[in-house]
């Protein structure tokens, strides 16, 4: 079974209005692009690292960040349809592990704030501090799964 | 900036000869005494910059009233300067205010810190506070990227650190009841390196933890983390919350810090 990563902001989804999520969680951990939100491909719930490698590769900063994962039939299952595109990470064997979930909608967009909000509920969120990011990256170099020269500098100078 | 200023100096020592009353031909006799004022007090600031330069080298504290005196000498195009350029310099009196507007009136004045950090100030409140608030309110912020209002601060912070953290922290202050500002400011501090920000950035962030908003308390822990100092781990290290989840938190960073090092 295919799993799917999502980075959040997880302050933004735990200030509820009322009962109710705020509209903040949702237009920044939310974002379309044409209609497009963007996920990383996990092998399984317990196998993420590869999909927060992808992502966290990629930013010009190292912060502690949060990620929720979910399954894809459950996206699937909601109506949302699936669709491979290749990531943007300098890791190049994890470029094809990206998927976008495509042609959003207001209503498509609830689903998913659902998917997340059970999640957190469920206190099911990943974690990764700003040192295990540092960790796992330096750990990808050592592999050479990646290359240093081929991240910011802004993470460079911490590596 | 030092070149702007040495390059400001040097061209109207270079060419303070010119200045004479043969290049003042077909001027009203109201543009020839604009004209006389603006090369006397030119003459004046140059000699006090000059002085200052070579004195006490305190070149950096005057990249703002250098950067003016150099615009007012040659506008944008400092390159391709000439004496022409400088003769067609609006002559009236709102230059002649300008210039005593920007800069200090008195000599001792180029001496006075206050004076330069209180001037700064009042620069960045009516200057940069609109488009930095502005921005704080309504940019996209993702962890781990970069933000324009990032960009801002550090900006005036290099140009002024002291004064710029000043101003940053009567932000704070005056929109403490404001999520978002009170935010993006934290968010700001955290990304600015700790020797920077030394000692706003540490009482705010410690403000930060007591506010009681949730994700304020956990942008004032996070800004200790990211600096993962001796400070850091002294400050989080005292702080007493009944909050579990904060206190997990702030155990999980002091973990971090201790168990990979001093950071900064």
């Known amino acids: ?159 | 900036m030092e070149t702007n200023l040495k390059k400001s100096i040097s061209f109207y020592l270079d060419h303070k000869d010119q200045y004479t009353d043969n290049n003042q031909v077909g001027l009203s006799g109201f543009q020839k005494e604009c004209l006389t004022q603006k090369y006397k007090y030119i003459n004046q600031v140059s000699n006090d910059w000059n002085s200052l330069y070579q004195d006490f080298n305190i070149v950096d504290t005057y990249k703002e009233i250098s950067d003016v005196f150099a615009n007012i000498l040659w506008g944008n195009n400092y390159n391709n300067s000439t004496i022409t350029e400088i003769d067609n310099i609006n002559c009236n009196d709102s230059t002649i205010l300008t210039l005593n507007y920007t800069l200090p009136s008195k000599k001792e004045n180029f001496l006075n810190e206050n004076y330069i950090n209180e001037q700064r100030v009042k620069y960045l409140r009516s200057n940069i506070s609109n488009r930095f608030l502005n921005l704080l309110k309504n940019e996209y912020f993702e962890f781990g990227f970069v933000s324009d209002s990032e960009l801002i601060l550090m900006s005036e912070i290099q140009i002024n650190r002291i004064a710029t953290l000043t101003w940053l922290n009567e932000l704070f202050i005056e929109n403490i009841e404001s999520l978002e500002i009170t935010c993006g400011i934290l968010r700001n501090i955290s990304r600015l390196d700790e020797q920077i920000a030394r000692p706003y950035g540490h009482t705010l962030a410690m403000a930060a933890i007591n506010h009681k908003n949730d994700e304020i308390k956990e942008l004032g822990v996070r800004i200790f983390e990211n600096w993962a100092s001796k400070d850091s781990i002294k400050i989080l290290k005292n702080i007493d919350t009944n909050q579990n989840w904060l206190k997990v938190y702030i155990n999980e960073v002091i973990r971090d810090i201790e168990s990979n090092g001093i950071l900064s």
């Open chain 1, 1 to 159: 079974m295919e799993y799917l990563v999502r980075k959040i902001n997880l302050a933004k989804w735990k200030c509820k209005i009322g009962n109710d999520i705020g509209g903040d969680a949702i237009t920044g951990c939310l974002r379309t692009s044409s209609n497009k939100i963007s996920v990383w491909i996990a092998e399984d719930d317990s196998n993420y690292y590869n999909a927060i490698l992808a992502m966290i590769s990629t930013q010009e900063r190292f912060e502690t960040v949060d990620f929720v994962i979910f399954k894809t039939e459950d996206i699937k299952s909601k109506g949302l349809g699936i669709e491979k595109t290749p990531g943007k990470t300098p890791v190049k064997d994890l470029i094809d592990t990206h998927v976008d979930l495509v042609e959003i909608t207001y209503s498509k967009l609830g689903h998913l704030k659902d998917i997340i909000e059970k999640i957190i509920e469920d206190e099911k969120t990943i974690r990764i501090t700003r040192a295990k990011s540092i960790e796992i990256v330096k750990r990808a170099i050592e592999t050479q799964q990646l290359l240093k020269e081929d991240l910011n500098d802004g993470l460079k100078k911490h590596l």
